[in-house]
Structure formats: structure tokens, C-alpha cells
């Protein structure tokens, strides 16, 4: 059984999951409708893998005899300067994320709520992925600049990107 202060945080968490799948939905169009193909696809399943983020804590929640909040989101930025502000945000985000995440990890110490700890450590460890690739991600773009065929090259390859990181996902 949660405690109603586990309960309230991993609530908040669900929202936190559920308006990063917002703001990489965002993100999606806005490269879509700039014709990043690539950008647009990686970002359309970023959004996807929130949404699953926030269903295994909606079910977690719900499993340990609390209620899952569903609740109003933020809205996200829908216009972006640039494909490069786009990547910085994504990384701004990935960071919120881990940090948020750290304080639940603490939350459940604090309270002695080992199942919900143990099941926190998949999400530490998926935003350390999630974090070095948006990193990785970010350096690729401040390298290309203004270059339009290294922006060519790096959109094919973004999508290359998406191919293969869902042929690894284990349907989290
Ligand atoms: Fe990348 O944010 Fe979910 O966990």
C-alpha cells in the first residue's frame, strides 16, 4: 500500500511524464512542419516513449492500491527558434526529468518504500540513457552550425536513430 505522500509524488511524476510527451509532440510537428523528416520522426517517439513512462507509473500507482491522477497539463512550446533550440530544450528537459526522478528516489527512501524504489530504478536508469543521448544529440548539432548538407546528413541519420532504438525497445 502507498503512503499518501508516495502516492502524491509519483502523481505528480505521472503529470511531469505525461507533458513531456506533450512537449516532444510539439517538438514533432513544429520539425515536421519544417520538413526535418528525421527530427520529426526521433521526436514523434520520444513523445511515444513518455506516454509509456507515464502508463507504467499510472499502473504502478493504481497496482499499490492508490489512484492514478489524471490531471490538466501544462502546454508546451510550440515554436522553436531553431532545430538546435529544439535540442537544447530536449536536454533542458531530460535534466528536469532526472532531477524530479532523484527527489521521488529520495521521497521513497525517506518513507521506507522499498517496492517503490526498486521500481524507480528503471526510470534512473533510463534517464541517464535518455540525458547522454540528448547530449550526444546536441554536440552532433553544435558541430554542423549552419552547415545545410551536415543538417541533411544529420537528419537521415536521426532517423536511423528512431529505426534502431525501437527495434531495442523491450516494451517498457
Ligand atoms: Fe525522459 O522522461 Fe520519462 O522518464
Redo the contacts with the bound molecule.
Keep these: 500500500m502507498l503512503s499518501k505522500s508516495i502516492e502524491a509524488a509519483l502523481n505528480s511524476?505521472i503529470k511531469?511524464?505525461a507533458e513531456?510527451s506533450q512537449a516532444y509532440l510539439a517538438m514533432a510537428v513544429w520539425a515536421e512542419v519544417k520538413g526535418l523528416e528525421g527530427v520529426s520522426s526521433f521526436m514523434y517517439d520520444?513523445s511515444n516513449?513518455?506516454r509509456e513512462?507515464?502508463l507504467k507509473l499510472v499502473k504502478f500507482v493504481n497496482e499499490r492500491g492508490g489512484h492514478a491522477h489524471i490531471s490538466e497539463l501544462k502546454a508546451p512550446s510550440v515554436t522553436f527558434k531553431s532545430y538546435k533550440e529544439l535540442f537544447e530544450k530536449l536536454l533542458e528537459?531530460?535534466i528536469f526529468?532526472?532531477e524530479s526522478?532523484n527527489e521521488l528516489v529520495h521521497i521513497s527512501l525517506q518513507e521506507k518504500d522499498y517496492a517503490t524504489h526498486n521500481f524507480l530504478q528503471w526510470?534512473v536508469a533510463?534517464?541517464i540513457e535518455?540525458e547522454a543521448m540528448a547530449r550526444t544529440i546536441l554536440d552532433k548539432v553544435k558541430m554542423i552550425g549552419d552547415d545545410k548538407g551536415g543538417l541533411y546528413l544529420f537528419d537521415r541519420d536521426i532517423q536511423q536513430l528512431t529505426i534502431s532504438s525501437a527495434a531495442e525497445t523491450p516494451g517498457a
Design positions: 511524476q511531469i511524464e513531456s520520444q516513449e513518455e513512462h507515464m528537459h531530460e526529468v532526472s526522478i526510470y533510463e534517464q535518455e
